[in-house]
């Protein structure tokens, strides 16, 4: 029903910034929450960012002050903003939306393929 495809992913220095970007295409009006996660290696999957329809927002501590997620409702996008990246940073960042019905239960969650981001010197 829905498509997540991200962009944006790429090397980048300590410091630096990266924007990256969600398009999501197919059943739209079922989305409801969005959100950004990412897993490094060897690591467990963790959020970073979520926005919801309405524009409400919430960070991961490690992000807050350094991370802006926003959506666009009439492109069907989601993106994040990143600055002050530091190696820690490095991991494959997932776009993931909730799926609900009419009625507000939830259906399933869907997931980008994932793109890689690398802080590194």
């Known amino acids: 029903q829905v498509q997540l495809v991200e962009s944006g992913g790429g090397l980048v220095q300590p410091g630096g910034s990266l924007r990256l970007s969600c398009a999501a295409s197919g059943s739209i009006f079922s989305i409801s929450v969005m959100a950004w996660y990412r897993q490094a290696p060897g690591k467990q999957r963790e959020l970073v960012a979520v926005i919801t329809r309405t524009g409400n927002t919430n960070y991961a501590d490690s992000m807050k002050g350094r991370a802006t997620i926003s959506r666009d409702n009439a492109k069907n996008t989601v993106d994040l903003q990143m600055n002050s990246l530091k190696p820690e940073d490095t991991a494959v960042y997932y776009c993931?939306?909730?799926?609900?019905?009419?009625?507000?239960?939830?259906?399933?969650?869907?997931w980008g393929q994932g793109t890689q981001v690398t802080v590194s010197s």
């Open positions: 993931n939306a909730n799926l609900r019905n009419g009625l507000g239960a939830l259906l399933y969650d869907a």
